[in-house]
Structure formats: structure tokens, C-alpha cells
């Protein structure tokens, strides 16, 4: 199985703050890599596809960059509504894994 | 634009088999180039993977639940199906049915959810 690890597992952030979180693969998943966005008692929504595609309706201040085992996931400027816990997730292969989580609170 | 909705008993009894039921609406389980997935989240935990069908009835599971999970697909009901066997308090969850992209594997559409409580 391909383990994904994000960090870090929790941060503090005010409003406007610009936002990073880092995912890491245990071996090579090329671009196969998405992030999503979980809030309290809620689905999971997906943010960003193939590392650094915009899924449609997603706010323009989120973006995804990386390729190969390291992956980030920025939010340029952090709103109210962008407080939640984030995901990645491999599709390379099957058993499909998701990273830990990071819980953005508000600071 | 696609729906999801999961459906089936709350509570299950230890070494009971558990069963869901997704609901896809708003176009056909049979158009597109789409797997049908199950993932589960135990309280406070994060997200697992637990297996995907595709339309033609091609399966994958996640090894840690092949030995106990089929999922089965009914495309006149456009629906897809979950069963669990032999289910312990460790399979207390929230499950959820997702749908995606066969070419990528991102989950582009998800259900809301279900919690499933393991309990005699």
C-alpha cells in the first residue's frame, strides 16, 4: 500500500493568512493526487485534482502544486469558511490511501 | 448534475453482516467512465478506503477487508451496494459512498454519509 503523510496534522491561522500543507507519498504516484476538505459532521468535498487541477466551483485561493511524493496545498488567504480538516488522497493504485488529515483552527 | 445517497440499518449486531445501499441520481450508474466506491471514517479518525466496483461488476478491495467485504452493483435500481461480514465494534463508522473519475481516481462527487454503530 502507498502511505501518505501529511503535515502538519493541526495548525492555528488567522483570517487572510496564507496557508500550507504538505503531503508526501511513500513511493512515486506521478500526479495522481487530490486534496479535500472536510467540515464538522460533513462529507468530504474535493478541492483539487490530478495535484494542481481546480475542481470546478472551488474558490480560486486554493491551489495545488507537486508531482512524483511531495505535494502542497496553499490557500492564499484564509476565510472564515476555510476553517476544516484537509486531505490527501492517492489514485496510483488500489488500495486507494488518504493522508492523515491537517486541522486548520482558527487562531 | 449526480447525487448520492446512503442507506441502510444504523445499528448491526457483532458478527452480523452489515449492508448499504448507494443511491445514484440525477443520471445513470452505467454512463460515464466511473468506479462506485465505499470509504468509511470512525469518530475522530480519518478517511478508509474500503473497496470500488465498476459498472460491468469489476471489484477492488482494500486487503485489510477483502477477506469480509462485497460490493455488487444493480444498474436497473442505479444503485451499488455494500456488504460487510462478521462486523465488530472496530467497524463503527461513518460510511460513505463516492463516485470517480475511472481515467484519475479523484472522488469528485460524494454521499453525505451514514453512520453504521456496531452494538449487541
Known amino acids: 500500500d502507498i502511505q501518505m503523510t501529511q503535515s502538519p496534522s493541526s495548525l492555528s491561522a488567522s483570517v487572510g493568512d496564507r496557508v500550507t500543507i504538505t503531503c508526501r507519498a511513500s513511493?512515486?504516484?506521478?500526479?495522481?493526487l487530490s486534496w479535500c476538505q472536510q467540515k464538522p459532521g460533513k462529507a468530504p468535498k474535493l478541492l483539487i485534482y490530478?495535484?494542481?487541477s481546480l475542481q470546478s466551483g472551488v474558490p480560486s485561493r486554493f491551489s495545488g502544486s507537486g508531482s512524483g511524493t511531495d505535494f502542497t496545498l496553499t490557500i492564499s488567504s484564509l476565510q472564515p469558511e476555510d476553517f476544516a480538516t484537509y486531505y490527501c488522497?492517492?489514485?496510483?493504485?488500489?488500495?486507494?490511501?488518504f493522508g492523515q488529515g491537517t486541522k486548520v483552527e482558527i487562531k | 448534475q449526480v447525487q448520492l445517497q446512503e442507506s441502510g440499518p444504523g445499528l448491526v449486531k457483532p458478527s452480523q453482516t452489515l449492508s448499504l445501499t448507494c443511491t445514484v441520481s440525477?443520471?445513470?450508474?452505467?454512463?460515464?467512465?466511473?468506479?462506485w466506491n465505499w470509504i468509511r471514517q470512525p469518530a475522530g479518525k480519518g478517511l478508509e478506503w474500503i473497496g470500488r466496483?465498476?459498472?460491468?461488476?469489476?471489484?477492488s478491495y482494500n486487503p485489510s477487508l477483502k477477506s469480509r467485504v462485497t460490493i455488487s452493483v444493480d444498474t436497473s435500481k442505479n444503485q451499488f451496494s455494500l456488504r460487510l461480514s462478521s462486523v465488530t465494534a472496530a467497524d463503527t463508522a461513518v460510511y460513505y459512498c463516492?463516485?470517480?473519475?475511472?481515467?484519475?481516481?479523484?472522488?469528485?462527487?460524494w454521499g453525505q454519509g451514514t453512520t453504521v454503530t456496531v452494538s449487541s
Open positions: 440525477g443520471g445513470s450508474i452505467s454512463s460515464g467512465n466511473y468506479y
Open positions: 463516492a463516485r470517480d473519475v475511472a481515467a484519475a481516481g479523484h472522488m469528485d462527487v
Open positions: 488522497q492517492q489514485s496510483y493504485s488500489t488500495p486507494r490511501t
Open positions: 513511493q512515486s504516484i506521478s500526479s495522481f
Open positions: 490530478a495535484a494542481s
Open positions: 466496483i465498476y459498472t460491468s461488476g469489476s471489484t
